[in-house]
C-alpha cells in the first residue's frame, strides 16, 4: 500500500552522509519544517552515539555499579593506584561534558571511592592523602595496599572470588544504607 497510496501525511525524513532531509509531506509549523528543507546538515562523526551512563542526580550506588568494577579490573592488571581519570573512563562522554558538570561527577565518584576505602575495600584501598603526590599528578588517587588479585592462579581465583563477593555487598549496602549480612563460604579445599 506505502505511505502515498494510503493518503498519510506524516513527514517522512531520510538520513544521508550530509545529513537528514525531508522526502515527502510537511512538517507543521512551517518553521520546522524550514529546518529539515532543504537539509538539516550533521556531521555524524562528531555526534555522540552513546548516552551517559550516570547523570548528577543519579544514585551513589549507580556510580558503584560503574567505579567498582574498573577498580576491580585495574587491581587485576597490577595498578598500584586508582587515580580519578580511572574512574573518568567509566563515562563514555567524560570528555564533552562542561566542566562544572564534571566536578559534580566526579565529586560522586569520589564519594563511592571513600565508602568503599571505609567499607568492603578497606584492606585493599586507601585514599593517598600525601599532598605532593596530590599536586604533581593533579588528580585524587587511592593506593592499593593490598591486591588478592596477583600471585599464582590459584590465589588470584580465591582472591577473584572473595573480591567479587566484597563488590555485591558493597553494592547492596549502596543501595540499602545497612551492611547485608551474606551466608560465607568456607573453603575447606587444603591449600
Not at 579490573?73 to 581519570?85: A, D, H, T, V
Not at 567509566?90 to 559534580?104: L, V
Not at 567499607?119 to 588478592?148: G, H, K, V
Request: hydrophobic content about 40%; proline content about 7%.
Amino acid at each position: 500500500m506505502g505511505i502515498a497510496q494510503g493518503g498519510y501525511t506524516f513527514p517522512v525524513l531520510l538520513a544521508s552522509d550530509d545529513g537528514i532531509a525531508i522526502h515527502r509531506n510537511r512538517f507543521v509549523p512551517n518553521e520546522m519544517d524550514a529546518v529539515f528543507r532543504p537539509l538539516l546538515a550533521i556531521d555524524w562523526g562528531k555526534i555522540p552515539y552513546y548516552l551517559f551512563p550516570v547523570d548528577v542526580d543519579s544514585e551513589l550506588w549507580e556510580f558503584a555499579e560503574l567505579v567498582i568494577p574498573q577498580v576491580l579490573e585495574l587491581m587485576g592488571s597490577g595498578e598500584p593506584r586508582i587515580l580519578s581519570r580511572h574512574l573518568e573512563e567509566t563515562i563514555p562522554c567524560w570528555g564533552i561534558a562542561p566542566p562544572d558538570y564534571q566536578r559534580r561527577l566526579r565529586t560522586k565518584m569520589y564519594e563511592v571511592m571513600d565508602q568503599a576505602s571505609r567499607r568492603q575495600f578497606q584492606p585493599y584501598l586507601r585514599e593517598n592523602r600525601d599532598q605532593r603526590a596530590r599536586q604533581r599528578l593533579q588528580t585524587r588517587l587511592w593506593d592499593i595496599i593490598s591486591n588478592p588479585l596477583t600471585g599464582s592462579s590459584d590465589k588470584r581465583h580465591k582472591g577473584w572470588k572473595q573480591i567479587t563477593l566484597l563488590y555485591k555487598q558493597f553494592l547492596a549496602f549502596m543501595k540499602t544504607g545497612r551492611d547485608v549480612p551474606e551466608q560465607q563460604v568456607l573453603d575447606l579445599r587444603p591449600e
